[in-house]
C-alpha cells in the first residue's frame, strides 16, 4: 500500500477555501485516492474519492494531476465545524479487499 | 446514515476479564473492519474480514481475536483485558463501489478502559 504524506496541521478563518495537500509518489495503477475527515470522538467519515483528475461532490473537491503523485482536498469556504483530522488515504483496490492505512492525518483548526 | 453499530459504547473492566466489543451493519457488506485508536493518535487496522468465515490479522499486532459467522455480525473478542489494551475501538464495513472498496462506513466506537 502506498505511503502517503501530508500536513500534520494547517490553520483557517471561517469563509475561506482550504486545501490540503497530500503526497503519494509510489501510488499503483490500481489505487484510488480517498480522503475521510474525523471528529474527536467518532469514527472517520468518507468525504471524497477519486483516480484523476478532479472529483466534485456537495462536501468538497479533490483535485489529482496527471502523475497522480499528489492530490489536493479543497474545501470551499469552511466554518467552525470543518474543525477535524483529513486523512488522505491510496490503496484499496477491489483486490486488496478495501484495506486501507491511515496515516496520521491533517488536524484542520478553523477560527472565527 | 450509515447503519453500523457498536455496543458497549463505553466499557470500564478489570484486568483479566474477558471481553466482547459487538459490532453490527445492516448494510449488507461484505468487508468489516476493526481499527484501534488512541486519544490523539493515528487509526491501526487490527482485524479484517472479506466476508462470512474469513478473518485477517491487520497491520497493527493485537492480542483480541474476531470472528464471522454471519455477513452481519463481526465480534472483537479478549480473553484477558490488560490496561495496555485502553483504547478506543472502531468497526467499519464496506462493499465494492466500482473497482474500490475505499468507502468504509465506520462505527461510533467504543471506548475500552481496563483497570
Known amino acids: 500500500l502506498a505511503k502517503t504524506t501530508q500536513p500534520i496541521s494547517m490553520d483557517s478563518y471561517e469563509g475561506q477555501e482550504v486545501n490540503i495537500t497530500c503526497s503519494h509518489n509510489?501510488?499503483?495503477?490500481?489505487?484510488?485516492i480517498t480522503w475521510y475527515q474525523q471528529f474527536p470522538s467518532q469514527g472517520p467519515r468518507f468525504i471524497i474519492q477519486g483516480y484523476k483528475t478532479k472529483v466534485t461532490n456537495e462536501v468538497a473537491s479533490l483535485f489529482i494531476p496527471a502523475d497522480r503523485k499528489s492530490s489536493t482536498l479543497s474545501l470551499p469556504r469552511v466554518s467552525l465545524s470543518d474543525t477535524a483530522v483529513y486523512y488522505c488515504?491510496?490503496?484499496?483496490?477491489?483486490?486488496?479487499?478495501?484495506?486501507?492505512?491511515f496515516g496520521q492525518g491533517t488536524e484542520l483548526s478553523v477560527k472565527p | 446514515e450509515a447503519d453500523i453499530y457498536q455496543t458497549p459504547r463505553y466499557l470500564v473492566i478489570g484486568t483479566g476479564k474477558k471481553i466482547t466489543l459487538e459490532c453490527s451493519q445492516t448494510?449488507?457488506?461484505?468487508?468489516m473492519y476493526w481499527y484501534q485508536q488512541d486519544p490523539g493518535m493515528e487509526l491501526h487496522l487490527i482485524h479484517y474480514s472479506y466476508g462470512v468465515n474469513s478473518t485477517e490479522k491487520g497491520d497493527l499486532s493485537s492480542e483480541s481475536t474476531v470472528s464471522r459467522i454471519r455477513t452481519e455480525h463481526f465480534p472483537l473478542t479478549l480473553e484477558s483485558a490488560r490496561p495496555s489494551h485502553t483504547s478506543q475501538y472502531l468497526c467499519a464495513s464496506s462493499t465494492k463501489t466500482g473497482q474500490s472498496y475505499n468507502e468504509q462506513f465506520f462505527g461510533p466506537g467504543t471506548r475500552l478502559t481496563v483497570l
Open positions: 509510489n501510488i499503483a495503477t490500481n489505487d484510488y
Open positions: 448494510m449488507g457488506h461484505d468487508k
Open positions: 488515504l491510496v490503496g484499496g483496490e477491489y483486490n486488496q479487499g478495501g484495506k486501507l492505512i
